[in-house]
């Protein structure tokens, strides 16, 4: 067990006379987190009231608490991303958004995306330490438990109006999985559309994409949208494969989504439909390599139905909401020319309650109840010619959670946040999670907060039961929930009126993290999930942005990231110790022509103990100049990601032999819309 101590921004002499000439000469700056304005004097949000706060332009996030609050109030480190930057930077999917945030990264073995936080991205986990949801909705699968952030994923970047990333434990507010973070993108509305708009998108590796979206908001009050997106692609030509050859044609996908929103007077109904397929070219699992007929299918939906609603004399807020989860996988695998068939099924429904009370104008109260049934939970496993069922297997769970959080005024300039959550499984299986945040403003450019946590993901149905007939993976054995406790130092600091500076040390300790190895005690080495894993990390993340009068934008983001297994004292696998991001925006012309420029560093990482090699550093460098209302409505972007082609791989599980992939060279995307 290591006895490092833990990363601080405020430690040692210089940085004490740092921080105290700061608050000396710093005071008359906005306060951190806040869109700059000219005209804007700085104040300190504290002394205001929450209705005062509404006629404050601040930037505000909804997911830390589950109400409307100044970032820079918030019990958490936030970083929100806005459409803008997504259409100034080109991104093509969420990965590309969150592989941009600072602390973020992401890995691609060239059939699904996998998201790491905080030096935490461990083989065989999809994406289920961390929570997604769509305007509030949890979209991690019933099954997996996954979130699909790639292009398996609901949501057209083009439909995004923000995204809030809320970093560290979530479970005092939103059960299992909320481990490292929570991901909320809050779509856009019918009038932010106003009309109808189309897009069209050609790319390297012949991929194309069309979208066509039609939104308004009726002067009765009814507001509606609702968008489809077609995507085909046929990838990378020609992989190479060390020792095996070359896989030829063997990449490529296609996908289908559809997403839409109606609400009136508080009451909104909003769902989704995804289908995507994917070939694998990768020999997974000890398929046949260079072999046509591997691939997956995901399909998925959803629909939400919700009502919010503020009472402004009592100063109550309600939410109420209502949904079912649908999700299908589908995977086809070719060995020594037989298909092997991998199907899973889940369906869910669930509804949650909160209310929200405001006390002595500067406390609030809030308490909520969530409800999950997972009615159908169902794997399979079976080979065509000649038929042999090897898994059949189905269950139901349900989870009930309670939930308690406050917000209390010690004194004008600080506040002191309590919350926590009760999960009961009905297979005996239940969590206690708190959440413990204190937020200081000693200058109105200056916000500190000490923030501690802990949360749990439960074992999924995957990591429980799967098998695929003892070929390369069998069933877990009494697996249970991994624990995370978290502690966290946050400096939010207003660097005169356009300059904004941020960092965050912070210390984790996960127990009985559940990870898939292979077996020792079996001498086929069979996969299997088993809680083995007793992991540190600790870090400090560091932002510097720079917004101009005239657009000129600039953000450089610093993430020094330590892992490490407690029993043997090595870092983790997947695990950069330095990641790197420097974005830039340029006006070229008015407010009509821009030229963004992104640069990224990851450090060297390890691969799994399995094949036990290191995947070096690199560098990427994209580009994209994007104009919009050159003509009447008309918006266009051309993209060159990886600019300077470099060759680079990531880490991928144990299932592919090779232990890293390839990934893209220089690549490129134009991409034209039109609002009518």
């Known amino acids: 067990m290591s006895s490092r101590p833990l990363p601080c921004p405020f430690a040692g002499r210089v940085g004490r006379l740092l921080f105290g000439c700061l608050f000396a000469h710093l005071g008359n700056g906005d306060l951190p987190a806040a869109d700059p304005s000219p005209a804007r004097p700085a104040v300190n949000l504290m002394e205001m009231s929450l209705d005062e706060l509404l006629t404050v332009k601040v930037q505000t996030v909804t997911s830390a608490a589950k109400y409307p ?41 060239r059939n699904y995306h996998y998201l790491g936080i905080r030096g935490f991205n461990r083989p065989g986990d999809y994406n289920s330490r961390v929570l997604l949801l769509i305007d509030g909705h949890r979209v991690n699968d019933v099954v997996f438990d996954g979130a699909p952030i790639g292009n398996d994923g609901y949501l057209d970047v083009d439909l995004i109006d923000r995204i809030e990333v ?33 897009a069209f998108t050609a790319g390297a590796l012949d991929t194309y994409q069309g979208r066509f979206s039609f939104g308004r908001q009726l002067t009765n009050g009814v507001e509606f949208l609702l968008s489809g997106t077609v995507r085909e692609t046929d990838g990378q030509p020609r992989l190479n494969f060390p020792g095996a050859g070359t896989a030829v044609g063997l990449d490529g996908e296609s996908g289908r989504s559809l997403f839409g929103k109606l609400g009136f007077a508080g009451l909104e109904l909003s769902g989704g439909f995804e289908t995507r397929t994917k070939q694998i070219s990768t020999a997974s699992y000890g398929t046949d390599f260079n072999t046509p007929g591997t691939a997956t299918r995901d399909d998925r939906g959803f629909a939400d139905l919700k009502y919010a609603r503020r009472w402004e004399e009592p100063g109550v807020d309600l939410l109420a909401r209502v949904y079912y989860d649908y999700d299908r996988y589908r995977g086809t ?12 099924q889940g369906q869910r429904w669930g509804a949650e309650v909160q209310v929200s009370k405001e006390l002595w104008e500067r406390h609030k109260f809030s308490a909520g109840l969530d409800f999950r049934r997972s009615f159908e939970i169902k794997q399979e496993n079976y080979t065509e010619t000649p038929f042999a069922s090897h898994l059949s297997d189905e269950r139901q769970t349900t989870v009930v959670s309670p939930y308690l959080t406050s917000e209390w005024a010690l004194r004008t300039n600080l506040h002191f946040h309590a919350g926590a959550r009760l999960d009961y499984y009905d297979q005996n299986t239940h969590s206690a999670n708190p959440r413990l945040g204190l937020v200081w403003q000693p200058v109105s450019a200056t916000v500190l907060k000490a923030l501690y946590g802990t949360a ?67 001498v086929r080495g069979l996969l299997v999930y088993r809680n083995t894993g007793r992991n540190t990390g600790r870090g400090l993340e560091t932002e510097l942005a720079y917004k101009a009068d005239n657009g000129f934008r600039s953000r450089l983001s610093y993430a020094l990231q330590d892992t490490e297994d407690r029993a043997t004292g090595t870092t983790l696998s997947n695990s950069p110790r330095h990641l790197a991001r420097w974005h830039n925006t340029m006006p070229l012309y008015l407010d009509k022509v821009f030229l963004s420029t992104e640069v990224a560093f990851t450090s060297h990482v390890q691969t799994t103990p399995a094949t036990a090699s290191r995947v070096g ?31 680079y791989g990531h880490p991928v599980g144990d299932e592919i032999r090779w232990g890293q992939i390839q990934q893209d060279g220089r690549s490129f995307q134009f991409k034209l819309s039109l609002r009518f």
């Open 69 to 109: 609050q100044p970032t820079a109030l918030a019990p958490a480190s936030v970083t929100i991303v806005t459409d803008r930057d997504i259409q100034l930077n080109g991104y093509r999917n969420l990965a590309e958004v969150l592989g941009s945030v600072r602390g973020f990264y992401t890995t691609y073995d």
């Open 166 to 198: 809320v970093r560290g434990p979530g479970s005092a507010i939103y059960g299992s999985s909320a481990l490292f973070g929570v991901v909320n993108v809050i779509t856009r509305r019918g009038r932010d559309l106003n009309g109808a708009e189309a």
């Open 333 to 344: 695998y070719i060995y020594s020319g037989v298909r092997n068939v991998d199907p899973a």
């Open 456 to 522: 749990f993901r439960a074992p999924n149905a995957y990591e429980l039961y799967y098998t695929d007939g003892y070929v390369t993976q069998k069933p877990a054995v009494n697996l249970r929930p991994e624990t995370v406790d978290t502690y966290e130092l946050v400096w939010e600091q207003a660097l005169g009126r356009r300059w904004q500076f941020s960092a965050s040390g912070y210390f984790y300790r996960i127990d009985d993290a559940i990870q898939q190895d292979p077996d020792p005690a079996d």
């Open 617 to 647: 550093e690199y560098w990427l460098l994209n580009s994209t100049l994007y104009t919009r209302e050159l003509a009447r409505g008309w918006s266009a972007s051309v993209s060159v990601y990886n600019l300077l082609d470099r060759r």
